[in-house]
């Protein structure tokens, strides 16, 4: 299974109102929300996915640096795909977490490709149910 496409898809939502939350200290004013959409298609159809950083930054370095590394390369084993690109994009830790969040859609496309849960390709399931936490609640009354 070889890469076809690495593509990412910026995404906001402006806030009819300005959003108002205030801290010890100070202020926050929330006019909209962004965020990313990554996807990877395979030569055998299948397509990952996978959130990413809601930057135009981080949509340039996919488009200028990931995609063209990963774009052509067997999609075998995700691990050593980033073990490999760190290797020739040298120690940029900005860089490599934008990397490690389209690895995220390269283990859904394996996971994909294999008929199995991402967990299992990373060991296997540990537990049975997670407890869920929503961080985006802020936007919205308690109640809500």
Known sequence: MQILNVRSFLMSYPFAEPIRLPFYGGERTLLKRDAMLIRVEADNGLVGYAPGPGSERAQRVIEETVGPFLVGRSLADPDALRVKFLECQGSSLDVAKI??????????????????????????????????????????????
């Open 99 to 144: 990397y490690c969040a389209v690895e995220i859609a390269l283990y859904d496309l394996t996971g994909k490709a294999l008929g199995v849960p991402v967990s299992e390709l990373l060991g296997w399931r540990v537990r049975d149910t997670i407890r869920l936490y929503g961080s985006a609640g802020m936007y919205m009354p308690p109640e809500a």
